[in-house]
């Protein structure tokens, strides 16, 4: 893009620029899985922030980041709409109203960091872009954070596949984002203000990426643990209903009959309809008995239940010759509980989702263990947070999370979910086993790389020898204080727009 052509963009109408950020922010998907043109991911904001410097008003920017937020996330989280719907019983008006509010209320994230930096423009001058990254990568954490979170498309995501996939180790998924978002002012100040310098930046940034991706942060155990994935390929529409739940246990008995010869056979979140009070000595019991006859052990997702103590979790059970339990910690909201019962407890009136009223598990859980393997084990949306899989560390060697991605149909998002599950694989030093149900499983090494995985909507059992690792990456560490990082920038950030405020108020007066 030529100088005159930026310059161009400070000539523009206001509704074109708008249109512009909303088309801007709807190519964002596309720099994620599956088509993963990670490129995207830094020219893309490079363009939104040129579009917010053509404009003088703080409003003006702010909605500029807003509609880029719309376009984004309009198009990159469309696929709650089918959750909601088609699996949640929930009416189109209902379904349609509950996705439009989720998106436009996440779309203030962008609105907030363009707002906030032109604020700071005002003050500071041209130099303030610098502060764009820092502003990313607090806001992003923030979004993570507020309501029990949404990192949902956070922007490091989309380097998985990119050079700077080699610096996720040091600086997580947030670290990823700031970085990007550095890279592209340095290309702004490269092209538009023909500040030459910046292209070390440019070069230096992607060059450490590639430089330090293998370096092996953490060491192999002595022994591997052979291990199968069994994807069943349940639709969501028949999965509770009983009359199929012995239909659905033999899918899953029938690949693990042909795979005693593994250590660990791992089934998906919420593999056996039913409460575990109810299938306790029908279908639990006989599995455990014969998994410890075979010298082997399966993992499965069941609804652990406690009734009398009106209590149900979504868990995983390990039965065999190693036994243990996990408790679902970080449930979701809506899917699995209800935020503020008092005030929206109608909505269950309206969105009918099995089991939405589940409990929390512990949070000092034990880990379960496989021979020497001790396993790091996470239900779903759980490792779309670095801090709860960061939690069983360092005493876990592998990382285990079991899946339902059904809920989401053929959309964008198990293929989104999968590149987290790659990220938190980068981030931790520690391969992953990932088993769900409709797909997409997968084995991945504690580089984020897929070693083998199961297509979508396909019954299939695939079998890896992985070995467990231990230590930890220098994010380890990072992780422990990027909430304090973002928090102070968070913090100097309002006491920054307070005195700009009073100064404005005094100015007026």
């Known amino acids: 893009m030529t100088t005159s052509k930026i310059q161009l963009l400070n000539n523009l109408p206001y509704t074109l620029v708008l249109i512009l950020a909303a088309l801007l922010g709807a190519l964002m998907p596309v720099a994620f899985a599956p088509l993963s043109i990670w490129p995207l991911g830094i020219l893309l904001p490079a363009l939104l922030i040129l579009l917010a410097d053509s404009q003088g008003s703080i409003r003006r920017v702010f909605t500029i980041g807003w509609m880029f937020g719309l376009g984004y996330f309009g198009f990159g989280v ?46 500071l001058g041209q130099s303030s872009i610098w502060l764009l990254p820092l502003l990313w990568f607090a806001f992003e954490w923030f979004k993570g954070w507020f309501l029990t979170g949404f990192p949902w498309l956070s922007l490091g995501y989309s380097q998985i596949g990119s050079p700077l996939s080699g610096i996720a180790p040091l600086v997580g998924v947030y670290g ?17 203000n023909r500040q030459y310098r910046y292209i070390a930046l440019i070069v230096l940034i992607p060059g450490l990426g590639i430089s330090i991706q293998n370096i092996d942060w953490t060491e192999p155990q002595t022994t591997p643990l052979k291990i199968t994935i069994v994807q069943g390929n349940i639709p969501q529409e028949i999965k509770w209903q009983y009359d199929q739940r012995q239909n659905i246990f033999d899918i899953y008995w029938r690949e693990t009959n042909q795979n005693w010869d593994s250590d660990l056979i791992v089934w998906p979140e919420t593999a056996i309809p039913g409460q575990s009070e109810g299938i306790q000595q029908s279908i639990l019991l ?89 396993l790091g ?17 360092p005493e876990a060697n592998l990382l285990v999370n079991a899946s339902n991605d059904a809920w989401f149909g053929d959309s964008l998002a198990p293929h989104q979910h999968l590149q987290i599950a790659q990220m938190r694989a980068l981030e931790s030093g520690r391969p992953m086993v990932r088993s769900t149900n409709t797909g997409i499983s997968a084995f991945i090494d504690y580089r984020g ?56 108020g005094t100015t007026t007066s």
């Open 176 to 192: 990823i984002s700031a970085l990007c978002v550095l890279l592209a002012v340095a290309l702004i100040r490269v092209i538009k």
């Open 286 to 374: 006989p599995m455990a008995i014969a998994a410890t006859q075979q010298d082997s052990a399966i993992l499965t997702g069941v609804v652990v239940s406690e009734s009398e103590k009106n209590k149900f979790y979504n868990s995983m059970l390990l039965l065999g010759s190693s036994q243990g339990a996990y408790h679902k910690r970080h449930l979701v909201m809506f899917g699995e509980y209800y935020p503020l019962r008092w005030l929206l407890d109608f909505m269950r009136s309206y969105i009918n989702i099995p089991y939405s009223d589940l409990t929390s598990g512990a949070w000092d859980q034990p880990l379960m263990s496989v021979k020497e393997t001790r």
């Open 377 to 393: 084990v996470s239900i779903c949306y759980e490792n779309v947070f670095s801090r709860d899989i960061l939690s069983a560390l």
């Open 449 to 504: 790389r897929i070693i083998e995985s199961v297509g979508q909507f396909r019954a299939q059992s695939i079998t890896r020898e992985m070995m467990g690792r231990t230590g930890v990456t220098p994010f380890y560490y990072f992780a422990k204080l990027q909430g304090i990082l973002a928090a102070l920038i968070l913090a100097a950030l309002l006491i920054f727009v307070f005195k700009f405020r009073s100064l404005a």
């Open 78 to 123: 469309y696929w709650l709409y089918n959750s909601l719907h088609d699996f949640g019983n929930a009416s189109p008006p209902m379904a349609a109203a509950l996705t439009a509010l989720m998106i436009v209320c996440i779309s203030l994230f962008p609105a907030m960091i363009l707002g906030s930096w032109k604020t700071a423009q005002r003050f």
